[in-house]
């Protein structure tokens, strides 16, 4: 497999609904106008991928422009996003479709963003839910969350991203919603019959010097950035460091969306316990093995 991949924004601009648009407009990163062009290039840069014989491309389809108001899709942009799919395939690129990298809608954030635990539950779950519908038939693979470890660090750990929140008990409870609602999201995608893979953005973590101060700190970044991941992946344990949850137990449906109903024989369930140091355990069982995130990151190519 070899091909590329870019985020809507990096491609076609910050979409006027989102929450870069206002981070932008606000001096806090430049302004991306058009990006690249993408938007109305697409096709004629699907066949230059393909003559460089690149037959892999994924893209992020825009939150903020399929659903620019909570409930209300925008018939203009599923109709260009649909247009783009199919310019991949007929250049012979298979498009992997990303659901968030990095951007979200305004009205997301505004309530919360994945920091609040009902916007995953309810109006993440929707999201995948309309995505699926809306372009299984033309993707073929997925990619529900574009590096899915960084993201929380950048936007509520001082990265940068907006928010732009500088407080690690909220990254640390943000980190824990996105490997969720990654996993979550997963379970649904895959049910279109495409291959699902995960994005980790690989940084390495290297002590400067032998202090336990700087061995403690390099083992709590490795135990978020990393093992949260690696843990959910391996064994379907997620254990996020400062992440204490509370509330009932959480169940993973077959659909792909998350409730707090009892388990069943298609269900997968997902209960809370404190781990050592104050970390958030939530172990996954899978009744049938019908999906695992191990699974499907291996189905797509992945270790």
């Given at each position: 497999?070899?091909?590329t991949?870019a985020?809507?924004?990096?491609s076609?601009?910050a979409s006027p609904?989102?929450d ?5 407009r ?8 058009e990006?690249?062009g993408f938007?109305?290039?697409y ?14 491309h ?11 108001e909570?409930?209300r899709h ?6 260009h996003y ?5 310019a991949?395939?007929d250049?012979?690129?298979?498009p992997?479709?990303c659901l968030?990298h990095?951007?979200?809608p305004r009205?997301f954030?505004?309530?919360g963003?994945?920091g ?6 309810n109006?993440w779950?929707?999201h995948v ?5 809306t372009?299984?038939d033309l993707?073929?693979?997925w990619?529900?969350v ?5 993201y929380p660090f950048?936007?509520?750990l001082?990265g940068?991203?907006?928010?732009g929140h500088?407080d ?11 490997q969720?609602a ?5 379970v649904r995608l895959?049910q279109?019959?495409?291959?699902v893979a ?8 290297q002590?400067?010097d032998?202090t336990?101060?700087t061995?403690?700190l ?11 991941g690696?843990?959910l992946f391996r064994?379907?344990?997620?254990r996020v460091?400062?992440?204490?949850s509370t ?6 449906t077959s ?6 109903s009892?388990s ?7 209960t809370?316990a404190p781990a ?12 049938h ?9 291996r ?5």
């Amino acid at each position: 497999m070899w091909g590329t991949g870019a985020s809507s924004t990096q491609s076609e601009g910050a979409s006027p609904a989102s929450d870069w648009w206002d981070w932008e407009r606000a001096g806090r990163a430049p302004l991306s106008g058009e990006g690249n062009g993408f938007a109305v290039r697409y096709a004629e840069d699907f066949a230059l991928l393909a003559g460089l014989g690149l037959r892999h491309h994924r893209l992020s389809i825009d939150w903020a422009r399929v659903e620019p108001e909570p409930g209300r899709h925008d018939p203009a942009a599923i109709a260009h996003y649909r247009d783009v799919l199919a310019a991949a395939l007929d250049a012979g690129v298979e498009p992997w479709v990303c659901l968030h990298h990095f951007t979200l809608p305004r009205w997301f954030t505004d309530s919360g963003g994945f920091g609040a635990e009902p916007n995953r539950l309810n109006a993440w779950a929707r999201h995948v839910e309309f995505i699926a519908e809306t372009f299984g038939d033309l993707a073929r693979g997925w990619q529900p969350v574009n590096e899915t470890n960084y993201y929380p660090f950048a936007a509520y750990l001082g990265g940068g991203w907006p928010p732009g929140h500088n407080d690690l008990a909220e990254c640390a409870r943000v980190s824990q919603a996105m490997q969720l609602a990654t996993a979550e999201a997963a379970v649904r995608l895959k049910q279109t019959g495409a291959p699902v893979a995960s994005i980790f953005g690989l940084s390495a973590i290297q002590a400067m010097d032998d202090t336990p101060k700087t061995r403690r700190l390099a083992g709590l970044i490795d135990d978020v950035n990393w093992q949260a991941g690696l843990g959910l992946f391996r064994d379907g344990t997620l254990r996020v460091p400062g992440a204490c949850s509370t509330g009932p137990p959480l169940t993973i449906t077959s659909g792909g969306t998350a409730t707090t109903s009892s388990s069943g024989s298609s269900t997968a369930t997902v209960t809370s316990a404190p781990a050592p140091g104050c970390c958030s355990a939530r172990r996954s069982a899978y009744p049938h093995n019908d999906w695992s995130p191990r699974t499907a990151w291996r189905q797509s190519g992945g270790g």
